[in-house]
């Protein structure tokens, strides 16, 4: 029992103008505007921006903070100094650091951390020995800035009876401080 039913509907034909109108001017767009609505109104325009002048890395890649927008680097380089030493030391996930340092400091960072971890975890005498040392505290830092935007920090570590220094070198990238470089004895 198949029906057929005829349907009344017609095909659609849409046309569609072989060229474009031509474009409003900007100042009789305003104009009519003004006429409207009693005031001059806005007019959403292309922002003429030109990338080609500028690569990836300029406009997307980390940019640098002037001293003035970023905090005091002193308490600042006590903290971050305090947690890479605590993840050296395999206390600390490498993962907590990796927003505050540039990559190449991380990996450095992270590779020492997972050792100190697999050392601390197979039980060794020396980690035995550092464990009953104590936690690693942060003393005192110094810090000097040669630049705008830049700061080198002097940092003393003590670990039990061990007294060791750190150099760290900060740098501000968008907005906050980063550890650029490293450097413990």
């Known amino acids: 029992m198949t029906r057929a039913t005829s349907s009344h509907l017609r095909p659609v034909a849409v046309h569609a103008p072989s060229r474009r109108p031509p474009a409003i001017p900007l100042v009789e767009a305003m104009q009519r505007s003004a006429d409207a609505f009693g005031h001059p109104g806005y007019i959403q325009d292309a922002l003429a921006v030109d990338l080609a002048a500028a690569s990836d890395e300029q406009v997307f890649g980390p940019q640098s903070t002037a001293r003035a927008d970023l905090p005091d680097p002193e308490p600042w ?53 550092r464990e009953g040392s104590g936690r690693a505290i942060v003393r005192s830092v110094r810090v000097c800035e040669p630049a705008d935007g830049v700061a080198e920090c002097s940092v003393v570590v003590s670990e039990g009876p061990r007294v060791r220094a750190m150099a760290v070198r900060l740098s501000g990238l968008d907005g906050r401080w980063r550890v650029e470089a490293l450097q413990i004895g």
């Open 77 to 129: 380089a006590a903290q971050i100094a305090q947690a890479i030493v605590e993840v050296m030391s395999g206390l600390r996930p490498a993962a907590q650091v990796v927003r505050w340092t540039t990559p190449q400091v991380y990996a450095v960072v992270a590779r020492r951390g997972a050792l100190a971890a697999r050392r601390r975890a197979s039980g060794s005498r020396a980690s035995a020995s």
